[in-house]
C-alpha cells in the first residue's frame, strides 16, 4: 500500500537553529511531491512541488529537496512566526484507465515550534 | 492574489441533518476537489471533480455524500444525513490544469463541521 510517512512528529527548535523535516514515501512512479504549512485551525497553504529526484527548491529560509525514496525540508536559522505543522503530499502515477487527476495523499504532518 | 474561499467557517449541526458546505475555486482553475481531516489526524481526500463530473472518489466519499458545480463559480460538497463521525475540517482545493506534470493544489480555510 502506498505510504507516506513524516518524522519527526514535533519539532522544538530555538530562534537561529537550523534543522530538516524529513517526508519518506513508498509510493510506484511519484508524479509529485508537495510540501504545505498548516496553521492551527486554517487550510494547507502551498510552499513546494518536486517532480523527479535531485531537484531542489528554495524559498526565504525553506529549501526543499527530493530523493527516489524520501523528500527533506531544510530550515535555515528560523524564527518564531515559521512555527506551524509542515505537510507532505504525494501525487501519484494515472490509474489503470491512465487518467490522472491529482489526488494527494498526506503524511500525518511534523509540528514544529520555533522559540525566541 | 486569488484565493480559495469557503463558507460558512463553522456549521453545528444535528445527527441526521443535511449540511452543504460551500466553496468558490479560483476563477480559471479546471480540477476541484474536497478534502477533510478529522481533529489530530491526517488531511484525507474524498473526491476530485472535472467537466462536471467526479472524476476520482474515495471510500469514505459514500452515498451520503455528493457533489455540485451548480453554476460557474460555487462548488459544493452535500452530506445528507450527517453522523457523529463526520465531524472534521472540510477543506476545498483547486488545481489550474492537467499537464504532464503535478499541479499543485490550493486550499481554501476550511469549514469545521460539527455534529452533535
Known amino acids: ?116 | 492574489e486569488p484565493e480559495v474561499t469557503q463558507t460558512p467557517s463553522h456549521q453545528v449541526t444535528q445527527m441526521g441533518q443535511e449540511v452543504i458546505l460551500r466553496c468558490v475555486p479560483i476563477s480559471n482553475h479546471l480540477y476541484f476537489y474536497w478534502y477533510r481531516q478529522i481533529l489530530g489526524q491526517k488531511v484525507e481526500f474524498l473526491v476530485s471533480f472535472y467537466n462536471n463530473e467526479i472524476s476520482e472518489k474515495s471510500e469514505i466519499f459514500d452515498d451520503q455524500f455528493s457533489v455540485e458545480r451548480p453554476d460557474g463559480s460555487n462548488f459544493t460538497l452535500k452530506i445528507r444525513s450527517t453522523k457523529l463521525e463526520d465531524s472534521a475540517m472540510y477543506f476545498c482545493a483547486s488545481r489550474a490544469r492537467l499537464a504532464s506534470g503535478a499541479n499543485e493544489q490550493f486550499f481554501g480555510p476550511g469549514t469545521r463541521l460539527t455534529v452533535l
Request: net charge negative; aromatic share 10%; glycine share 10%.
Open chain 1, 1 to 116: 500500500e502506498d505510504q507516506v510517512t513524516q518524522s519527526p512528529e514535533a519539532l522544538r527548535l530555538q530562534e537561529g537553529e537550523s534543522s530538516s523535516l524529513n517526508c519518506s514515501y513508498t509510493v510506484s512512479g511519484l508524479r509529485g511531491l508537495f510540501w504545505y504549512r498548516q496553521d492551527p485551525g486554517k487550510g494547507p497553504e502551498f510552499l513546494f512541488t518536486l517532480y523527479s529526484a535531485g531537484e531542489e527548491k528554495e524559498k526565504e529560509r525553506l529549501k526543499a529537496t527530493l530523493t527516489k525514496k524520501e523528500s527533506f525540508l531544510h530550515i535555515t536559522a528560523p524564527k518564531p512566526e515559521d512555527s506551524a505543522t509542515y505537510l507532505c503530499a504525494v501525487q501519484l502515477p494515472p490509474n489503470a484507465g491512465g487518467t490522472s487527476y491529482g489526488k494527494l495523499t498526506f503524511g500525518q504532518g511534523t509540528i514544529l515550534t520555533v522559540h525566541p
